[in-house]
């Protein structure tokens, strides 16, 4: 149970809306609870039967909830797979009802304010994609990032509201300016990590993080802040990533990665380093499918990708030859007329580039980055980058500091 009260509470802390956990008979057995929820919006017995049958009953996944009165709220509901459990999270926004109606909301909050304090802790909620939520929260449950199925399933549960049309009222304004200008730019750094655009995309990032909020999402853990905002963030990216065209499985293998970077930072300044690595092998991944590499046959622009995304592990020819479909023999003829150097001097080149990466860009111990690149030992690593650079990894990284 304290496992279960666990993940309850980091879910609640994540999304910051309320977290509630069932067994296979629909009866309640752990709950985080962030805010009150009203009546109207609250869930009733029959539709958490309904969750309920649709995930224990049918085998399915996940869920969406749409609960109505004036204007719609959600739930989503998740089954674990390893219990016979599910979980529903919510209630929150996926489309803010009074975007840009000052007047609406002043009204609210003279009229009801039970109802203005309910819509207001709905506003801390992130209002996040469903196609980003699902499977975020999916894989958090299941202790594993990986990909599920995109159709969702919607209940509908609408209450007819009687209207009470309120007298016209002076309203304050408010400047909602910056919000505009940070999904503005959001959007601008999507586009440019699918055209494999890194610097540009970071450029974007950059300005959008100075006008960013996540320090007052939980200003009493400014580092689960920052944690979250980069779960939302590397999942835009995958989404952009997808839409243009790469391969889900490479695209999955990516995303496992990430994933288990942010879990394993410990400090803000790691978790800063993330929010760019990010970016950057998000944008290396769509830069295969960029005007630059057209010269590629598709065999080998896949097996690229493959061998990038896993370039921190010990790959064969023979693991390349079968995510490609081809025979070895035929890849290694067909990787070196393409690509202009064989396999092993391409996988060698890659690794080496990402530890001069390592070591000008990270704190990280020379005997850490020779484990990240999958070395066997910190002696082999060296031996290698001097072979390729010259000089040894420490006199490298000291010839670096001192520019």
């Given amino acids: 149970m304290n496992v279960l009260s666990n993940l309850c509470n980091m879910l609640g802390v994540l999304t910051n809306t309320n977290i509630t956990i069932f067994n296979k008979n629909g009866e309640k057995i752990v709950k985080y609870s962030s805010f009150q929820v009203i009546d109207d919006f609250s869930l009733t ?20 909830l749409e609960k109505t009165y004036g204007y719609t709220i959600n739930f989503i509901g998740v089954k674990s797979l390893q219990k016979n459990i599910f979980f529903i999270i919510g209630p929150f926004l996926l ?33 996040i994609p469903t196609e980003i939520l699902f499977p975020l929260v999916f894989n958090l449950i299941n202790c594993e990032f990986m990909n599920i199925e995109k159709k969702i399933y919607t209940i509908n549960d609408t209450i007819k509201k009687i209207e009470n049309k309120p007298k016209d009222l002076k309203v304050f304004s408010e400047n909602i300016e910056l919000t505009n200008e940070r999904y503005r ?26 006008l960013s909020e996540l320090k007052q999402r939980i200003p009493s853990n400014v580092f689960r802040a920052f944690k979250n905002g980069l779960f939302i963030s590397s999942a835009l ?8 065209g790469v391969p889900p ?9 990430i994933f288990t970077w942010i879990e394993n930072s410990s400090t803000l300044a790691e978790v800063k ?26 065999n080998i622009k896949n097996a690229l990708l493959f061998i990038n995304i896993n370039k921190d592990k010990s790959i064969s020819l023979n693991e390349v030859a ?48 020779a ?5 066997c030992n910190v002696e082999n690593f060296s031996k290698s980058f001097k072979k390729s650079t010259g000089v040894t990894p420490a006199k490298f990284r000291k010839s670096s500091n001192i520019k």
Avoid: W
Avoid at 98 to 123: D, R
Avoid at 237 to 244: G, Q, S, T
């Fill in 249 to 257: 499985t490479l695209i999955h293998d990516l995303s496992s990665k």
């Fill in 45 to 64: 017995e029959n539709n958490i039967l309904e969750i309920k049958s649709f995930l224990i009953d049918q085998k399915n996944t996940t869920i969406s």
């Fill in 273 to 298: 380093k993330i929010d760019e690595d990010i970016i950057k092998e998000y944008s290396k991944l769509c830069l295969f499918h960029n005007e630059k590499y057209n010269s590629f046959s598709s």
């Fill in 237 to 244: 990216a995958r989404k952009a990533v997808e839409e243009a």
């Fill in 95 to 127: 489309e803010d009802p009074f975007y840009e109606k000052q007047k609406e909301i002043y009204n609210l909050k003279k009229n009801s304010p039970a109802e203005y304090s309910f819509y207001s802790n709905l506003k801390k909620v992130k209002t």
């Fill in 371 to 375: 484990l990240k690149l999958d070395y």
């Fill in 185 to 210: 730019l959001e959007n601008l750094k999507l586009k440019a990590i699918k055209l494999g655009d890194y610097e540009q995309a970071i450029k974007y990032h950059k300005a959008m993080s100075s």
């Fill in 322 to 369: 079968d995510f490609t479909s081809l025979n070895p023999e035929y890849l290694s003829r067909l990787f070196k007329k393409e690509v202009g150097m064989n396999f092993k001097d391409y996988l060698q080149d890659i690794k080496i580039k990402s530890a001069i990466d390592f070591l000008e860009n990270t704190n990280l111990k020379i005997s850490e980055i």
